[in-house]
């Protein structure tokens, strides 16, 4: 927990309610061990896209669609597209996008996105919105093959890179948790000086980053 307990419960109660489809994936997540975005940060991302309207959104993380749902709610209009490697969670994903009558606004590619699927595209897709929420360990890498594809003043809201708040410990007793964290910390230091990226770091949920590309890389 990055904040502490009790201004999380402050926060959480003062979020409006969610649907009967949302509360129900947010048990069935947690009964199940499947990581969706926190209440809190889903608000914010939800906040974002109702004020920078965009036209087109990239998901990367689908899981059971609960952030989908969240994108679709905040840019009814946009054209929504949604990558995740684990085709089991995104039949539920796509399930709950049809339960809730907007399945047609999202395209969902049930492949894994270290591998570009957009590359293949005659004419490439251009995104206003990125949500990376998925394999923290190549964010860097989705970094590099997507951000080609932001528009000027677009922009990218990135979960989990203050990973319960361990990025600033500096001694660990598992080995992966301490490689897991590193890459998160070369990410996070990696935006930092990134030359077309202006980032700023929002401890909320698992610690989220917004990015915003300032020019084209052309
Ligand atoms: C934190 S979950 C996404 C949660 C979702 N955004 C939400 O809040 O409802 C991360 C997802 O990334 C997916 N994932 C992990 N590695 C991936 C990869 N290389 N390509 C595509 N998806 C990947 C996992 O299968 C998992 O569903």
């Known amino acids: 927990m990055i904040v502490n307990e009790e201004i999380m419960k402050y926060i959480g109660v003062h979020l409006p309610e969610r649907s009967e489809l949302m509360q129900r994936m947010e048990q069935e997540a947690l009964a199940e061990h499947i990581p969706i975005i926190q209440p809190s940060s889903a608000q914010l991302l939800y906040m974002l896209v109702r004020m920078q309207k965009p036209r087109t959104i990239f998901e990367i993380g689908t899981a059971i669609g609960y952030s989908t749902l969240w994108l679709t709610k905040a840019a009814p209009e946009a054209t929504i597209y949604s990558i995740d490697i684990n085709g089991e969670w995104q ?113 909320i949920g698992d610690g989220m980053v917004l990015s915003m590309r300032r020019r084209s890389t052309k």
């Open 91 to 203: 039949a539920r994903a796509h399930q709950a996008l049809t339960e809730a009558g907007v399945r047609e606004h999202v395209t969902l590619f049930n492949e894994d996105a270290t591998l570009d699927p957009f590359s293949q595209w005659q004419t490439p897709p251009s995104f206003d919105f990125i949500f990376m929420d998925a394999a923290k360990g190549q964010y860097i890498r989705f970094m590099e093959l997507y951000l080609p594809y932001l528009v000027t003043d677009g922009v990218i809201l990135t979960d989990n890179v203050l990973h319960h708040g361990l990025v600033t410990e500096t001694h660990f007793y598992n080995r992966r948790k301490r490689q897991l964290v590193e890459r998160i910390q070369k990410f996070n230091d990696y935006l930092a000086n990134h030359p077309i990226l202006e980032s700023s770091w929002i401890p």
